[in-house]
């Protein structure tokens, strides 16, 4: 899973943190300040990389726009968030609370939207592991002492293998994050106390980037500790993240790691109750979106579609849009089954653009998953999903879910776009330093550095991934189709992929790489950052093919 605190790890480890302990230091650098909304700027007119919307909505006025349902498939929503709560998709067929399925459609009161990970009694199933910790256990019985293929099943032993492989390198890499983290966990509670003593905050008190400049004292401690957290703010952005936050953060990216060391392979049956290794069409989860997980959803949310104009968190790409939340991303793999549940009811549910922030390294029932994109092709509905935040060559080393189908039928679906990050600036870290790519395989860029969204209870959020350059390539796409409403989901992906256009000739730093620059170009399809503008421009021109 994609988890916008992705930055958290490089930041707590950055060699401003461990300085900050030398007794010699005394100040701290000054967060970075960027514009809330940056992404949402033009390049030429504003000096920021963003999707010129502002442009856009001016191609537009004047122009009736017609609502246009979108669904969110990530760790759920926050629905009760001020610039949420006036457009979330709602089910007229359904009956609020009254514990009947009203619809018939299999989903008991589900009025915003469903939860593929809830079990009876309004639990979550919101923590779970890496995909090839699962199937590592599911198989290790049965193979851990092979050599060779049993029965002559050599496809079940070379899936094996690569389980197996996959598995070690995760336990590893997550054995040592743990034994780096944990340690500045510790050092980040110890400094947050010091720094809330100093600004006579309450034990369960927070404080902000511009909290520290009021801290004047000669105190040795206090002062390394306001250096620690200037360099923690730095990174995450500044602006309107807190301490509580970023511990918040930190603690749930700990237990994912120890879920996949440790990692509790009973929680799905305990909690949901299903086997997910069964797609059988009996009914599961509950109706309940919002669990303390909802941060990634609600922030993905946020930039499809927040409220525009109310004087209140952020500007949504989308201005008339309904949000259908679903719940199946939890803080760990999420699960082929729910993935492809979740697809088709967002489909039957009316969704014409689903957005998909999340990405796994296995995907064991990948059929599921290829025949539920099939059908929102049948049903013309645009997939856009986050190209992954690992920094490698999705063309040679995939991820899931993709558009190469098993049985071969398709190696890119012109119903799905996939993204890739980039920054704000046109230079040499233009592609963000995580993000991943392919010139096949990753479709288009969009902004997803250090990017500010809405979060839950009211708060903001300002974080790097493509978790969050995905939502808002779904909101142009939504933004189009509102204003040509004829267009195919062909026809929607091919106006995203012109209004990139190829930065050719602009060498950038390849991500994962501090030295290697290569050609923006290179990096996707499109060669390009998309652009609402010349979207909204391209789409004008075409004659809609829509059928239904």
């Not at 046109?426 to 096949?440: I, M, P, R």
Request: hydrophobic share 35%.
């Amino acid at each position: 899973m994609y988890k916008i605190c992705r930055t958290i790890t490089g930041v707590l480890l950055s060699s401003a943190l461990l300085i900050s302990f030398d007794s010699n230091a005394q100040t701290g650098p000054k967060p970075t300040d960027l514009p809330k909304n940056w992404h949402t700027m033009d390049l030429k007119t504003d000096g920021y990389f963003g999707v010129s919307l502002n442009q856009a909505y001016l191609f537009v006025k004047g122009k009736k726009s017609k609502q246009v349902v979108v669904a969110t498939i990530d760790s759920g929503i926050d629905t009760a968030q001020n610039d949420l709560k006036p457009i979330l998709w709602t089910n007229s067929k359904e009956i609020p609370g009254n514990g009947i399925d009203d619809d018939k459609n299999g989903y008991i009161d589900d009025v915003h939207g469903w939860d593929f990970l809830g079990g009876p009694g309004g639990k979550c199933d919101f923590t779970e592991t890496t995909e090839e910790v699962r199937e590592f256990n599911r198989l290790k019985s049965r193979y851990v002492n092979a050599t060779a293929p049993i029965n002559g099943n050599k496809k079940e032993f070379d899936y094996w293998l690569k389980v197996k492989e996959t598995h070690d390198a995760t336990v590893t890499k997550s054995t040592g994050e743990i034994q780096q983290l944990q340690p500045v966990m510790n050092a980040l509670m110890v400094t947050s106390g010091y720094i809330k003593k100093a600004l006579k905050l309450p034990a369960e008190g927070s404080f902000k980037a511009g909290d520290l400049s009021r801290i004047k004292t000669t105190n040795d401690t206090t002062n390394r500790s306001v250096y620690v957290w200037q360099s923690v703010f730095q990174q995450e952005g500044g602006g309107d993240t807190d301490n509580a936050k970023i511990i918040k953060d930190l603690s749930e990216y700990l237990a994912k790691l120890n879920n996949d060391v440790t990692p509790d392979l009973d929680a799905r049956k305990r909690i949901v109750g299903d086997d997910p290794n069964v797609n059988d069409g009996k009914p599961y989860g509950n109706n309940l979106l919002k669990f303390a997980d909802a941060s990634h959803g609600t922030g993905v949310a946020g930039l499809i579609g927040a409220v525009r104009d109310n004087k209140y968190g952020i500007n949504g790409i989308a201005d008339n849009v309904r949000l259908l939340g679903i719940k199946a991303v939890p803080n760990g793999d999420e699960y082929d089954k729910d993935i492809a549940n979740a697809i088709h009811y967002a489909v039957d549910n009316g969704a014409k653009v689903i957005n998909m922030s999340f990405g796994k390294k296995l995907s064991p029932h990948k059929a599921w998953v290829d025949e539920a994109f099939k059908y929102a092709a049948l049903k013309d509905v645009l997939l856009v999903q986050a190209s992954g935040n690992d920094n490698q060559d999705v063309d040679i080393k995939p991820e899931f879910p993709n558009d190469m189908f098993e049985d071969g039928s398709v190696t890119d679906a012109n119903n799905v776009i996939s993204v890739g990050a980039s920054a704000d600036k046109k230079d040499e870290n233009l592609a963000g330093s995580f993000s991943n790519y392919g010139k096949k395989n990753v479709d288009v860029f969009a902004p997803g550095v250090k990017v500010t969204s809405i979060d839950m209870d009211a708060e903001y959020n300002t974080a790097d991934g493509t978790s969050f350059a995905s939502p808002i390539t779904a909101g142009i796409a939504a933004l189009v189709l509102e204003y040509y409403p004829t267009l195919s989901a062909k026809q929607l992906k091919q106006v995203i992929l012109e209004s990139a256009t190829p930065l050719t000739g602009t060498m950038v730093l390849k991500p994962g790489s501090k030295t290697e620059k290569v050609d923006f170009t290179t990096l996707s399809k499109s060669g390009g950052v998309v652009n609402a503008y010349r979207a909204l421009v391209a789409a004008s021109k075409l004659k809609g093919e829509r059928k239904n």
